[in-house]
């Protein structure tokens, strides 16, 4: 089963950086690999509901919500199965918990999330 693990969360004053990064597994012996799947950044607010901040597509599009453009980026590393947000010039209201989900066709898989707080 394709397994996401999201890390490096954690708490940084307002106007600090984090990268986060998300590790895929558990391909062997399926059709496709990491790189063959689209890969979104979404985060989760307290008491609101899960919103996307980054996408990209599988033809190499990314796109950003307004409130995160300039100051996330979103990459991968296809060789070793990774994706990262790097996130700068953060606020307070980008506080949540931050999901990695890769997804195509039908399939779509989810990371546990992992906590962003942006705090002084």
């Known amino acids: 089963q394709v397994q996401l693990v999201e890390s490096g969360g954690g708490l940084v004053q307002p106007g600090g950086s984090l990268t986060l990064s998300c590790t895929a597994s558990?391909?062997?012996?399926?059709?496709?690999?990491?790189?063959?799947?689209?890969m979104n950044w979404y985060r989760q607010a307290p008491g609101k509901e899960r919103e996307l901040v980054a996408g990209n597509s599988r033809q190499g599009i990314t796109v950003y919500i307004s409130p995160v453009k300039g100051r996330f980026t979103l990459s991968r590393d296809n060789p070793q199965n990774t994706a990262y947000l790097q996130m700068s010039s953060l606020r307070p209201e980008d506080t949540a918990v931050y999901y990695c989900?890769?997804?195509?066709?039908?399939?779509?898989?989810w990371g546990r999330g992992t906590q962003v707080t942006v705090s002084t």
């Open positions: 989900n890769i997804r195509r066709d039908g399939d779509s898989f």
């Open positions: 558990g391909f062997t012996g399926r059709t496709y690999t990491f790189k063959d799947y689209a």
